[in-house]
C-alpha cells in the first residue's frame, strides 16, 4: 500500500488529462480517468476519475471489472490514527441527482487488485464500470506517475 502513501499535494485530477478521454452514459458523465503507474512490488492499481450525475435519476456506482486485473474493487479510505486503511463499499458509491463525486488517491478509488502487468506510465487500462440504473459503460484509465512520496500518511 505504498503508493497511498503520498504528500497532501498529490494531484486529485488526472495528471495529463489530455490525454484521457470523457465518457457519458445516460445522465452519467465519467472525466479524466486514470491510473497511478505501479510496480512489480505492489501489485495492486488505483483508478480515479470524476463521476457526476447530470440527470434526474439516483444512481450509483456498484461494480467495476478489467482484464487488466484478478479483481476490481469500490474503495474508500479511513484514518486511524496515523494510519490509513482502505475499505471496500460493498454498496458502492451512491450519486444522487446533481451529485459530482472526484475517485482520487487518498479517497474514494477503484483498487484494481492482481495486475496481470505493471501499469506503465502512459499505458491503457480497460475498465468496464456498472451503475444500478444507467447500465455498463467501458472506459480506460491512462496510467501517469505515481507522483511524490510523502514523509508519512495521512
Known amino acids: 500500500m505504498a503508493w497511498f502513501r503520498r504528500s497532501r499535494d498529490t494531484l486529485s485530477g488526472a495528471p495529463g488529462a489530455a490525454a484521457s478521454a470523457n465518457y457519458t452514459l445516460g445522465g452519467i458523465e465519467i472525466g479524466s480517468p486514470w491510473a497511478r503507474a505501479s510496480s512489480h512490488a505492489t501489485g495492486n492499481g488505483g483508478g480515479f476519475f470524476t463521476l457526476a450525475n447530470k440527470g434526474l435519476v439516483p444512481d450509483r456506482l456498484i461494480a467495476a471489472s478489467s482484464p487488466a486485473a484478478e479483481r ?18 460493498e454498496n458502492g458509491l ?4 446533481g451529485t459530482t463525486l472526484t475517485l482520487k488517491p ?16 502512459g499505458s491503457r487500462a480497460a475498465v468496464t464500470l456498472t451503475f444500478e440504473n444507467a447500465g455498463s459503460i467501458d472506459i480506460e484509465l ?11 500518511a495521512f
Open 106 to 121: 487518498r479517497g474514494y478509488h477503484l483498487l484494481l487488485i492482481g495486475l496481470k502487468t505493471p501499469l506503465e506510465q
Open 142 to 152: 491512462v496510467a501517469a506517475a505515481p507522483g511524490p512520496v510523502g514523509q508519512k
Open 72 to 89: 476490481v474493487e469500490i474503495h474508500a479510505i479511513k484514518v486511524e490514527g496515523g494510519d490509513l486503511r482502505m475499505r471496500q463499499r
Open 94 to 97: 451512491a450519486l444522487p441527482p
